[in-house]
Antibody
Framework: EVQLVESGGGLVQPGGSLRLSCAAS????????MNWVRQAPGKGLEWVSY????????YYADSVKGRFTISRDNAKNSLYLQMNSLRAEDTAVYYC????????????????????WGKGTTVTVSS | AIQMTQSPSSLSASVGDRVTITCRAS??????LGWYQQKPGKAPKLLIY???SLQSGVPSRFSGSGSGTDFTLTISSLQPEDFATYYC????????FGQGTKLEIK
């Protein structure tokens, strides 16, 4: 079964740090790009960060740039998000999501989407 | 950054109704758009990719259309399990979600 399981969430004080993990199983993790997406309580979805399959290309949302670091260990089938200088507005459920692709043999085009999601881990930043 | 404006933000409808949700991009994004369904306390689920392609296993009452800046998600005949929140996501330039549309039972 294709699965993503997040862990590492919890309660942390403003200015503190937390490291989230996402364990992948049921697919060849090293072949897939990955993302972190978050959802503040009662709010919509917000993309946080992207990492390529090799880890060589990384992007961040402006809201977390300079504070969060995405990484992966393909040997351990794991994705990480190191979160520093945490703020109250970082309080959210954090999801890891696989960036899947479909190759249309008729058109020669690739189509991309977040096709597998974990159940999320909750981060609460509060004093 | 590309902005995605989704409308309406909420919608009341009845079982059997046909409903349409719209997303408008602040610039052209070709067909680099997906639609996701989220139920309370659950992770989002992919419904549509590349604006109009139905993800495997998703019922055919869901359909997507559009290209460039204007996109729609249509549910042809609402079923009880369709009451949820729906999001669009552009991946033309990084990623941006729409604000979401909460579909409620009338």
């Amino acid at each position: 079964e294709v699965q993503l399981v997040e862990s590492g969430g919890g309660l942390v004080q403003p200015g503190g740090s937390l490291r989230l993990s996402c364990a992948a199983s049921g697919f060849t993790f090293s072949s897939y790009e990955m993302n972190w997406v978050r959802q503040a309580p009662g709010k919509g979805l917000e993309w946080v960060s992207y990492i390529s399959s090799s880890g060589s290309t990384i992007y961040y949302a402006d809201s977390v740039k300079g504070r969060f670091t995405i990484s992966r260990d393909n040997a351990k089938n794991s994705l990480y998000l190191q979160m520093n200088s945490l703020r109250a507005e970082d309080t959210a459920v954090y999801y890891c999501a696989r960036w899947g692709a479909f190759y249309d043999i008729l058109t020669g085009d690739y189509y991309y989407y977040m096709d597998v999601w974990g159940k999320g881990t909750t981060v609460t930043v509060s004093s | 950054a590309i902005q995605m404006t989704q409308s309406p933000s909420s919608l009341s409808a009845s079982v059997g109704d046909r409903v349409t949700i719209t997303c408008r991009a602040s610039q052209g994004i070709r067909n680099d758009l997906g639609w996701y369904q989220q139920k309370p306390g659950k992770a989002p689920k992919l419904l549509i990719y590349a604006a109009s392609s139905l993800q495997s296993g998703v019922p055919s009452r869901f359909s997507g259309s559009g290209s460039g800046t204007d996109f729609t998600l249509t549910i042809s005949s609402l079923q009880p399990e369709d009451f949820a929140t729906y999001y669009c996501l552009q991946d033309y330039n990084l990623y941006t979600f729409g604000q979401g549309t909460k579909l409620e039972i009338k």
